[in-house]
T-cell receptor, first 117, second 112 residues
Framework: GAVVSQHPSRVICKSGTSVKIECRSL??????MFWYRQFPKQSLMLMAT?????????EQGVEKDKFLINHASLTLSTLTVTSAHPEDSSFYIC?????????????FGSGTRLTVV | DAKTTQPNSMESNEEEPVHLPCNHS???????IHWYRQLPSQGPEYVIH???SNVNNRMASLAIAEDRKSSTLILHRATLRDAAVYYC?????????????FGKGTRLSVIA
């Protein structure tokens, strides 16, 4: 099936620094990828839709200047958490769907656990 | 997408069948019923989906009520590795490449 690779799986950074998270579709091309955030014991919340070659679409309440999304190729989307603060500590997950295998559903990355200290 | 209602948590003994219910009384005629699960500290994974008829795959079975207002995900023999949060999600037939919207799901605990 379709594979989405997400790196790093875990990162600890100091408050005020920036962190970049990568999401790659390994065996398919993804014109669209989705970024979610998940706090402990809560469900996934959609942050933004990443579109190859164009600007990302952010959900209400998500600061686009803080969570920079770049989708420069058909296989790579990046999420950069800028000037991270402890409240940004969360589990970040990306998702995409192989357009040639729609019946297989959406594929998710393994997630990135960000801890801001 | 129409709303679904699931129990917050369920418990099962290992090697016994598990029936995870989902209510979706406002489902429309073209909505598909999707199930995903999220193992601890991992991203969600696709389990199964269906429209009207019951569906089986290597992971699970999906039983859909005749009026389609509810469905049940069936794990035939629960293992410890099946402990996860299970999400029931409705998707319109013409949802295209829109994102999945997750509810709270059901947290399944499996007891050895």
């Amino acid at each position: 099936g379709a594979v989405v690779s997400q790196h790093p799986s875990r990162v600890i950074c100091k408050s005020g620094t920036s962190v970049k998270i990568e999401c790659r579709s390994l065996d398919f091309q993804a014109t669209t990828m989705f970024w979610y955030r998940q706090f402990p014991k809560q469900s996934l919340m959609l942050m933004a839709t990443s579109n190859e070659g164009s600007k990302a679409t952010y959900e209400q309440g998500v600061e686009k200047d803080k969570f920079l999304i770049n989708h420069a190729s058909l296989t790579l989307s990046t999420l950069t958490v800028t000037s991270a603060h402890p409240e940004d500590s969360s589990f970040y997950i990306c998702s995409a769907r192989d357009p040639t295998r729609l019946m297989d559903g959406y594929t998710f990355g393994s997630g990135t656990r960000l801890t801001v200290v | 997408d129409a709303k679904t209602t699931q129990p917050n948590s369920m418990e099962s003994n290992e090697e016994e069948p598990v029936h995870l219910p989902c209510n979706h009384s406002t489902i429309s005629g073209t909505d598909y019923i999707h199930w995903y699960r999220q193992l601890p500290s991992q991203g969600p994974e696709y389990v199964i989906h269906g429209l009207t008829s019951n569906v089986n795959n290597r992971m699970a079975s999906l039983a859909i009520a005749e009026d389609r207002k509810s469905s049940t995900l069936i794990l035939h023999r629960a293992t410890l590795r099946d402990a996860a949060v299970y999400y029931c999600i409705l998707r319109g037939a013409v949802s295209g490449n829109t994102p999945l919207v997750f509810g709270k799901g059901t947290r399944l605990s499996v007891i050895a």
